[in-house]
């Protein structure tokens, strides 16, 4: 059994571009839920996948979007990059169903100059 | 709104003091809450939850609605308990949303 796995660890991008993150859920898990940690913050959910389906969403705007496909991995893209979007972002894998523990990659740093 | 606040970034105790980690709620639901933990160099990871009502590590959190708390404890401290520790709240009324803490870093001084 494999664990969350993220791609890339580290990025740099300039203001205005578009970058796409990786995520691969742990073996067996239908739900992958993503964060934004800014440094000396918790993590801020943007949105969960289920089944390939946004399954919420937290207060971010329409240019942060994500697709979970058919084997349960997902991207997080980021259109028209700001300064701010600088942050850790993670991704958490889970079985689904409000009990089951979610399990954490270990981030990609993304710095927007 | 739902919020989660853990009032010290910073908490400093001698192994085998007792700790204190103080996580406060706002939540109109019915909450659920965790506490989840970064050892130095490793991943996020799920410490314990309210619901499953166990000691982990030798840690405990109860739930006081009536003081929207949930505090971890845990008797006598050890050095392996140096960390980032993060209280977080599962909403259910906004598609099981979870809403985290900014952490607290605690540090066991041998």
């Known amino acids: 059994e494999t664990g969350v796995t993220q791609s890339p660890t580290h990025l740099i991008k300039t203001r205005g571009q578009q970058v796409t993150l990786r995520c691969s859920s742990q073996?067996?898990?239908?739900?992958v839920s993503w964060y934004q940690q800014a440094l000396g913050q918790g993590p801020q959910f943007i949105f969960q996948?289920?089944?390939?389906?946004?399954?919420g969403r937290g207060n971010f705007p329409p240019r942060f979007s994500g697709l979970q496909f058919p084997n349960y991995s997902s991207e997080l893209n980021v259109n028209a990059l700001e300064l701010d979007d600088s942050a850790l972002y993670l991704c958490?894998?889970?079985?689904?169903?409000?009990?089951?523990?979610?399990?954490f990659g270990p981030g990609t740093r993304l710095l927007v100059l | 709104a739902q919020r989660v606040t853990q009032p010290e970034k910073l908490l400093s105790v001698f192994k085998g003091a007792p700790v204190e980690l103080k996580c406060n709620y706002s939540?109109?639901?019915?909450?659920?809450l965790f506490w989840y933990v970064q050892y130095s160099r490793q991943r996020l990871q799920l410490l314990l939850r309210?619901?499953s009502r166990e000691s982990i590590k030798g840690f405990t959190a109860d739930l006081n609605k009536g003081e929207t708390s949930f505090h971890l404890k845990k008797p006598f401290a050890q050095e392996e308990d140096s960390a980032m520790y993060y209280c977080?709240?599962?909403?259910?009324?906004?598609?099981?949303?979870?809403?985290f803490g900014t952490g607290t870093s605690l540090t066991v001084i041998p």
């Open positions: 958490a894998s889970s079985l689904g169903g409000l009990t089951e523990t979610q399990y």
């Open positions: 073996s067996g898990h239908n739900t």
């Open positions: 996948y289920y089944r390939e389906e946004e399954n």
């Open positions: 939540y109109s639901g019915s909450p659920e």
């Open positions: 309210h619901i």
């Open positions: 977080a709240l599962r909403a259910s009324n906004t598609g099981n949303q979870f809403y």
